[in-house]
């Protein structure tokens, strides 16, 4: 029997990819992302890190697996995690992941609080989270 991967994802990127629109900190970085994106939808288990993830993978602020921004990004991480009730390397599946971050940051308009200092803000700010029912 093959055992199935298990995709490290960082708490924070449940935000991210509620917005996503193909926007990035580059082009292979946009791309990868959106690949992540419909990898992740398709019935994906992830485990929670606070680190340099599958996303992380392809951005150019990442460098040795330390994020340029690693301190605000360590932030929003943690916050998802503690408004979540999620642990550091937990695993669970991608949808009940994002189920619960539009239930519990999302939903209730408490993104702006954890990641409003974000560059990309102002798409989330625009946009309805995809997966908002």
């Not at 199935?4 to 580059?26: D, N, Q, T, W």
């Not at 082009?27 to 019935?43: A, K, V, W």
């Not at 340099?52 to 921004?69: F, K, M, V």
Request: proline residues 2%; contains cysteine.
């Amino acid at each position: 029997m093959e055992k199935k991967k298990v995709y490290r994802i960082r708490p924070h990127h449940g935000m991210c990819l509620a917005y996503f629109e193909g926007k990035g900190y580059s082009s292979s970085f946009s791309s990868h992302m959106g690949q992540m994106l419909e990898i992740l939808e398709n019935g994906a288990e992830i485990k929670l890190i606070v680190a340099g993830d599958e996303i992380c993978s392809a951005c150019p602020n990442l460098e040795q697996n330390i994020c340029r921004t690693a301190e605000q990004t360590a932030f929003y991480d943690r916050s998802v995690l503690e408004l979540c009730d999620f642990r550091e390397n937990e695993i669970l599946g991608f949808q009940e992941f994002v189920s619960k971050v539009e239930q519990m940051i999302l939903k209730p308009g408490r993104r702006e609080a954890i990641c409003g200092d974000c560059q990309w803000d102002e798409i989330c700010r625009k946009k309805k989270s995809r997966w908002e029912k």
